[in-house]
């Protein structure tokens, strides 16, 4: 079947390339008993060996401390109430980290343990730092083993599923291929246990085009907490940053090397005006079933990716459709103005991240329409915002008493929803 296509082809032609796995709790641990699934976990840790062996760099994040914690503790069900979770994280990560030391230890390969909030990727300084500090784990050979911080992780600031932490961490990274590997083959039309005409998607190049195409309501399994749903999220945002997204089955790990090797191959590219295929035989072509999304024509890098997919949103700015016009200009790509603000909502402080949104309005000057235009770094307060707004920049002194800044978000701080700019 064929949807047409924007995006691009581009392989990664590095012979080092830095590789994110994501293994969810159910590859890790029995459903029901909660064991730990160690045929899956050796067959990782091996795969993880050689992909280290051709000299890539790998990462892996982890779910399962709760489920490892609830084997410890003798807890059939999954609780509810979040401070149970959290304590039974607790029990488990040590656990979850242990085991990965024993198998990666009987082959001499050190691990580390990374526990990563939101808060932590919320501030720039910080956000810099676990960057670094990854690279530097990564520099000395060692493997990084990813996940939440679950036990001080309120509700408010949790990742929540380990897909979206997966794709922060490859975007974090500048990854090559972030592999979401789980207990389905690929992402289908439909879910083929109950749609017989359900197809596989073997490519994908666009997610919008995507998801008006498939049926991802799935939750997930009684353990983890991610689905296909999370995946598509996980792939968009990785994708955003330049990184080739995979899913695909976490009982087979050594599919990952075929699909790296086929990629390589040039096997896996489809002809370009194609925004998604479905119903490909992959087996037939002697290729392990997966769905490969291919990276972003234009990826956002690093800090305009931290500003859209890193930053709590603590506001919203309201603009008039002259503003739009002037932020998205593909010409001049201004910044906002005070000038262009009409309203401003919740309160915030300067340097936070903000929500822009266009008001359009009809000729009688009521509001018709909401439009997203983007995100980013205000360089006044919400007080501030309210009182200049409307504003021309020279009378900012005069009103404040003071001028931090002639426009209100400096175009390089703002990153644009539309795809289309006027
Ligand atoms: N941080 C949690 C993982 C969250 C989760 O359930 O993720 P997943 O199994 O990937 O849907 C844990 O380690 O149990």
Not at 312 to 320: K, L, N
């Amino acid at each position: 079947m064929i949807y047409k296509n924007n995006q691009n082809n581009h392989r990664p032609t590095r012979s080092s390339l830095t590789i994110v796995i994501k293994v969810g709790t159910t590859t890790i641990c029995d459903e029901k008993t909660h064991y730990p699934v160690l045929s899956n976990l050796s067959s990782l840790v091996e795969l993880v060996l050689k992909l280290k062996s051709q000299g890539h760099r790998v990462v892996l994040v982890s779910s399962a401390a709760v489920a490892t914690g609830l084997r410890r503790l003798n807890i059939d069900e999954r609780p509810t109430k979040m401070s149970t979770l959290q304590a039974i994280s607790a029990v488990g990560q040590g656990r979850l980290i242990r085991l990965y030391d024993d198998l990666f230890g009987q082959f001499h390969q050190p691990v580390a343990q990374v526990l990563l909030t939101k808060n932590d990727l919320s501030e720039r300084a910080q956000y810099l730092n676990a960057v670094s500090c990854l690279e530097e784990i990564l520099e000395l050979g060692v493997v990084p083993i990813v996940n939440e911080n679950d036990t001080i992780c309120p509700q408010e600031i949790r990742f929540g599923d380990n897909d979206t932490l997966s794709a922060i961490t490859a975007g974090m990274l500048k990854a090559d291929y972030l592999f979401l590997l789980t207990d389905v083959d690929c992402l289908y039309t439909d879910n083929p246990r109950t749609n017989p005409d359900a197809k596989n998607v073997s490519v994908c190049h666009d997610i919008q085009v995507l998801q008006e195409l498939v049926c991802v309501t799935s939750r997930g399994s009684a353990l983890g907490t991610g689905g296909m749903s999370t995946k598509l999220v996980a792939a968009d945002l990785a994708t955003a940053a330049g990184v080739r997204t995979v899913i695909t089955h976490g009982a087979k790990p050594e599919n990952l090397m075929k699909i790296i090797e086929a990629d390589d191959a040039g096997t896996l590219m489809t002809p370009h005006e194609l925004a998604v295929v479905t119903g490909d035989d992959l087996l037939a072509r002697n290729l392990p079933l997966h769905t490969l999304f291919t990276a972003k024509d234009n990826p956002l890098y690093d800090r305009k990716w931290w500003i859209k997919h890193g930053l709590h949103t603590a506001g919203r700015v309201y603009i008039d459709e002259g503003a739009m016009r002037a932020v998205l200009s593909r010409k001049q790509r201004s910044s906002l103005f005070a000038a262009g603000i009409v309203d401003v909502e919740n309160n915030f402080v300067a340097n936070q991240a903000v929500m822009i949104i266009c008001r359009r309005k009809n000729e009688q000057g009521e509001v018709v329409e909401e439009v997203d235009i983007g995100k980013g770094l205000v360089n006044y307060s919400s007080i501030e915002i309210g009182r200049i707004k409307g504003c021309r920049s020279q009378d900012i002194t005069d009103i404040l008493g003071y001028m931090d800044a002639e426009c209100v978000i400096d175009r390089d701080n703002l990153v644009r929803t539309l795809d289309n700019p006027v």
